[in-house]
Each structure stands twice: as C-alpha cells, then as structure tokens.
C-alpha cells in the first residue's frame, strides 16, 4: 500500500472565496449596457403580436427555448433597467438565436441589427468583467444589495461644471424651483389637470449675459391641435407682456418685465429685470396651469407618464415636487433619472440609455398632503406650495408629494421623475 506525503509549503486555494464586486465604474458599465439591451428588446418584443409577448407565447410562436424567452420578458418588466437586468436576462447565445428567430418571424431588420450590437457589447462586457455570465452574476450579486455610487458625476465635477457655465452664460441661480400637481378634473373626467409654479432664486444676471428663461409649455401630443392651451393662474392667456404669470409675493421688488412666447407646446416666459447697469440678482417665480386629456388618445392609456424640470440656468441646487392626487398616485410608481436633453429640446423617449448620466438621484416620497414641503434650501417653499395650491383651490390633503433635490444639478440636464402604470403599461409624457 502507498504511502501519501503532505509536500511542505504546498497551497491549497480556497475554493469558497467569494466573487470580487463590481468597481463603481464597472458598475456604470453593467448600467449603460443594460439600458441598451432592455430599449433594444423591448423595441422587438412590442413588433410580435400580443399573444407572443409573453414567454410561453413567444416560445411558440418563434420556435426558441422557453427558457430564453422567459427570461427575456422577466428583464423587460424592469421599469428601469439596472445591474439586475443582466442577471434576469439568458447568456449571450440564448440572446443570439432570440435575434435570429425574430429575423425569421420578419421583424424590423433595423431594429435587430441595433440589437444584436447591443448583443456584442454584452459578450465583450462579460469577456473584459468576469469571463462568463455566471461569473458577471456572481460578481453583481456580491456587491450585496448595496448602492454602488460611480466616480463620474460626482458633486465635484457637477459644481465645476456648475462654475464653468456662469462663466459660458453670465448667469447662475442659487435655487432653481419646478413645482408641479396633477389631478383629473372634478367637472370632465376626461381631463387631467396640471398647475405648476417655477423659477428660480437668487439669480444673478450679469451685462451681456443670457436672459432668464423659464419653460411651461407641454410636449403631450393630441389628437386635435387646436385644443393646446397653457393658461394664468387668472385664466388669461399668456402672449406678449404678461406680469400677471408672476407670484408677486415670491419675486423680488420692483417687479420684473415678463414677456410670454411660443406656442402651447413650447411656450417661454422671458423675464427682463427692471434695470441693468451692473450684476443684478432678483426671485421670480410664475404660475401657469393647463387641461389635458386624461387618456392618451394614441394609445388610451392614462395620459401621465414623464414630468421634466430642465436645467437650463446654471444652479446650486435643484428643488423639483411632484404632487398627485391620490386617485392617480395608487395607479403609477414613481422614479427619477437625470438626462441629457436633445439639442431640439426633446425628449430621448424609449432611448433613455443614450443620454442617462451615469450618476442618477435621489427620489424622496413627501408623503400626503403638503405638511413635508419644507426645504433647506428654500426657507418659503411650504408656503410657495400652498399659495399654488390656494390659487388653483385644489384641497392639498388629497395629494401625495414626491421630491427630487440635487446640488449642483448637471447643467442641460433634464431631470425626468417618470410614473410607471403598476400594471406595467406604459403611458405617454406630460410636461
């Protein structure tokens, strides 16, 4: 019978040793591709018929493993793809012969080529991260659950930024304001109904530098053109000299020339301080509120899906509220992401991954009615609340309030607190 040595100084690895964590910038790796792959598959999926956009369905009806195609429709039902999606979604053949039998069955050969990119960037992901998909799982799954916060975006870099806009702009803000709230309306439930205050605090004007502009136009599109309108607080129409779209009392003496232009969907409100022989700093805050439909007429869908603040002053700080009456609120989740708007000044719609930063924050639950609304950064916010609340006289206790507050908001960003469907359907934007 042999005899067995224990050779000295011999090794044995530890077999156990758990996965190494994604870094923070792998982490925004992971995010970026996630985010391609879910816009790119959803694309695809919406293209089959009904009955084959459920796993099973879409099984039978491409002739795929049902595995794959239930993890597939699993990862979609993210309303926000993230590190997980990865984890939900099947390897990358499973994903390689999706695309080949939904080519097959005649689907857009544009959208599958998009998708299949999307597919190599997956593959290359895995090969630089992990070396397998078990292995990229593994190492998602160790970062335990926790927020994983990338170096890009930091405050830092956002307050250069910040800086080096007042000096491209001559313009900067301390706090810039958008409050909004919805509700459908009380005479036709077939309108809903948003009223909004905004502005910005403490802005400093400087010669020669660009003007104070605050957005309240709407981006819904509907079935009949005509009916577009953005009012007053008073009900006025706002066209040319309008000083009746100030909230007197939070906007700095003497007031303050506004001049409203644009068209419903893309109206402006241009405010002119009262002299301009050095720096000017002033508060100006407006109000406007309109009527929409209360369904998507497209797609008869509820008809509140994205609300926008865009940061197009360069400002310390970002207060941004969102009050819904309760009878919408239980039909929607909310989150919140921070995007680069299009140079026309639209939206990214399905193709958020392209201009999502790759640091996003924070959304804050206010909870019912208005008795959360205060704000560091604006010692008069609980009171600009109920002042909008007052002028509309909408009952604020029937509301429930969500926030996004961020220092040194990216400037050109759009900041998008988007109302998912609970059921998972997907509305349209109201802004």
Not at 92 to 116: C, F, P, S
Not at 216 to 221: I, M, P, Q, R, S
Not at 258 to 270: F, H, L
Not at 317 to 337: A, Q
């Amino acid at each position: 019978m042999g005899t067995v040595r224990v050779m000295p100084g011999l090794v044995i690895p530890n077999l156990t040793t758990s996965p190494r964590p994604l870094t923070a910038d792998e982490a925004a790796m992971c995010d970026r591709v996630a985010g391609r792959l879910h816009a790119d598959l959803s694309r695809l999926v919406s293209q089959l018929p009904l009955p084959a956009q459920s796993g099973s369905g879409m099984a039978r009806h491409l002739d795929v493993v049902r595995n794959t195609t239930q993890r597939v429709v699993h990862a979609l039902r993210d309303p926000a793809p993230s590190l997980q999606t990865l984890v939900k979604l099947p390897g990358v053949k499973g994903l390689e012969q999706l695309l080949e039998a939904m080519g097959r069955a005649g689907l857009d050969t544009g959208d599958i080529e998009l998708a299949q990119v999307g597919v190599r960037q997956f593959d290359q992901l895995i090969e630089t991260l992990a070396g397998s998909h078990a292995k990229l799982a593994g190492r998602i799954a160790s970062a335990g659950g926790g927020e994983v916060v990338t170096s890009l975006a930091t405050t830092e870099a956002r307050q250069l930024l910040f800086e080096s806009a007042v000096g491209v702009t001559g313009r900067r803000a301390e706090v810039s304001i958008s409050l909004y709230a919805f509700r459908r309306s009380t005479t036709n439930p077939d309108q809903i109904q948003r009223a909004i205050a905004s502005g910005v605090l403490q802005t400093t004007v400087m010669p020669g530098g660009m003007p104070v502009v605050i957005r309240v136009g709407d981006t819904l599109e509907w079935d009949d053109p005509e009916k577009r309108s953005v009012r007053l607080l008073d009900d006025s129409t706002p066209h040319g000299r309008t000083p009746e779209a100030l909230l007197r009392a939070f906007t700095t003496h003497p007031l303050p020339t506004v001049s409203s232009q644009g068209t419903a969907d893309n109206m402006v409100q241009v405010i002119d301080p009262a002299g301009l022989d050095g720096p000017q700093t002033l508060d100006v805050i407006t109000a406007a509120r309109s009527d929409h439909p209360y369904l998507d007429p497209r797609t008869q869908r509820l008809n509140l899906d994205e609300v926008w603040s865009l940061v197009n002053c360069p400002s310390r700080r970002l207060l941004f509220d969102v009050y819904l009456h309760r009878d919408i609120e239980r039909l929607v989740r909310p989150r919140v992401e921070a995007l680069m708007w299009y140079p026309n000044l639209s939206s990214p719609g399905g193709q958020k991954w392209l201009t999502r930063f790759p640091a996003q924050p924070r959304l804050e639950l206010l909870g019912e009615g208005i008795g959360n609304a205060r704000a560091a950064s604006h010692a008069r916010h609980p009171e600009l609340t109920r002042t909008l609340f007052d002028r509309v006289g909408w009952n604020p206790s029937e509301f429930v309030g969500f926030r996004c507050e961020v220092e040194y908001p990216i400037w050109r960003a759009g900041y998008c607190m988007t109302f998912d469907p609970v059921s998972g359907e997907a509305g349209n934007r109201l802004e």
